[in-house]
């Protein structure tokens, strides 16, 4: 069974940086697309950012020129670079492997 395991998440200022990491085990990490959505309380689980196999990024709109999502193959790890952060980015961050499985979820708060 695959198993997505998320970090980094945690309490930052407004305009501070935070990145999360996702580490993959029981797939084939280096041909799986790969991904970040978040969930705001009360909203519906939005794309955030992915990555697919060959390095080609997608962002979503409100995300970018601050976010980055980057992959180490070497690692079976994802990582998400959030900067210049704001009270809207509040949310469980999760990762996604080849648009079907999820991890846990980790919560980032942006708050003053």
């Known amino acids: 069974q695959v198993q997505l395991v998320e970090s980094g998440g945690g309490l930052v200022q407004p305009g501070g940086s935070l990145r999360l990491s996702c580490t993959a085990s029981?797939?084939?990490?280096?041909?799986?697309?790969m991904g970040w959505y978040r969930q705001a309380p009360g909203k519906q689980r939005e794309l955030v950012a992915t990555?697919?196999?060959?390095?080609?990024?997608n962002y979503a709109n409100s995300v970018k020129g601050r976010f980055t999502i980057s992959r180490d193959n070497a690692k079976n790890t994802v990582y998400l670079q959030m900067n210049s952060l704001k009270p809207e980015d509040t949310a469980v961050y999760y990762c996604?492997?080849?648009?079907?499985?999820w991890g846990q979820g980790t919560q980032v708060t942006v708050s003053s």
């Open positions: 996604n492997a080849r648009f079907a499985y």
């Open positions: 990555i697919g196999s060959a390095g080609t990024t």
């Open positions: 029981r797939i084939i990490f280096s041909t799986s697309a």
